[in-house]
């Protein structure tokens, strides 16, 4: 049986490729993520906390109402929905036949975590003048860009493009620069305007609420947690 051998040289080429990878996967995002927090007023730990929260709960969710529409009942889908996603392909989602009973919920990650920091920033904001002002103002601007561009996800929600509200953080980022709260008021816009745009505004307005089939809806949820994710991180880069 033939046996290949590495030449010389060629282990210590592999360990350095292998460290370029991890710096380039872990530490380059890392670094970027906290010094995005840092011009927020946190310290690089403590933002790193709170986006390893997010990513550790996004998956957790609470329902907060059930309503009596009901909907078609969704099964798992058979096949691997990861190796769908690796080929840029989403899982369909196949129906029972059965109806449920749509209900609404939470994400713990997606909208109770990031919006527990923007009620900590809110609170520093009273101190400037007309800081409200302008944090309503870029707070809509996110919402409406938001959910403009917000897609129903059948049999699964709502579903939001990824680069879609980091881009409008960016936006309204830079309209509040040169004012001392820009970007606590960004980081709030980025968490409140999604959160509304491609949250609570679809299922306030009936129109858009009756093209959703999914028997769980979850605010802050699967299709609109990446968006807001790297929202977060904007917010404090761009401001």
Known sequence: MRQYTLPP??????????????????????????????????????????????????????????????????AAQAMNAMLFRMQGMEPESEHTGELVHQRIAVSVGGAVVPL????????????????????????????????AALKPWPGQGLRLPVFLSPAATAVAAMVLRGQPFAPQAAYIAAVAGTLIGAGLAPLVISRFRNRLDAPLLVIGGPGVFGGLFFATIAAGLFA
């Not at 527990?116 to 601007?141: E, I, K, M, P, Q």
């Open 116 to 147: 527990c920091l923007c009620a900590y920033f809110a609170f520093r904001l009273s101190t400037h003048t007309n800081a409200w002002a302008w944090t309503a103002g870029v707070v809509a601007l996110v919402a409406v860009v938001c959910f």
């Open 9 to 74: 040289g060629a282990g210590l080429g592999i360990l350095f490729l292998f460290g370029l990878l991890v710096f380039g996967l872990i530490f380059v995002p890392a670094h970027v993520a906290g010094e995005s927090f840092e011009r927020l007023g946190l310290t690089m730990l403590q933002g790193l906390v709170v986006l390893v929260c997010m990513l550790l709960w996004r998956g957790k969710s609470f329902i907060i109402h059930v309503s009596s529409r009901l909907v078609p009942q969704v």
